[in-house]
């Protein structure tokens, strides 16, 4: 991963900036950029989610996000496959799913 150098921010700072291509990840206090995937990844990634979903979410198990920014424990990270189990998936008001990932409270 690539260091962006920048001034120290803070989560709350840092998760009010725009979005950027490539994608920046909020690690440890530290702005790292994500490396833009190539083909062989963008291939298995493309992949792994529909093969995913074909079991979990059709049994509402869980549910697998490609390139999805989830927040939690301090983090901000945008990882390649994310899976939520069913019961843990943010939904909003009208019972869709959110546009925000964060921790759910335990």
């Not at 990634?45 to 079991?55: A, D, H, K, R, Y």
């Not at 983090?75 to 998936?89: E, G, M, N």
Request: hydrophobic share 40%; with cysteine.
């Amino acid at each position: 991963m690539v260091q962006v150098p920048n001034k120290i921010l803070t989560l709350e700072e840092f998760l009010v900036l725009p979005e950027t291509q490539p994608t920046l990840e909020y690690i440890d206090g530290e702005i790292i950029q994500k490396p833009i995937p190539q083909g062989k990844h963008s291939t298995i990634q493309g992949e792994l989610c529909p093969t995913i979903n074909s079991v979990i979410k059709v049994q509402k198990m869980g549910w697998a996000f490609p390139e999805l920014r989830c927040t939690f424990g301090g983090r901000s990270i945008v990882p390649d496959v994310a899976v939520f189990s069913w019961t843990r998936l943010p939904v909003d008001r009208n019972g869709d799913i959110a546009n925000t990932f964060n921790a759910a409270p335990d």
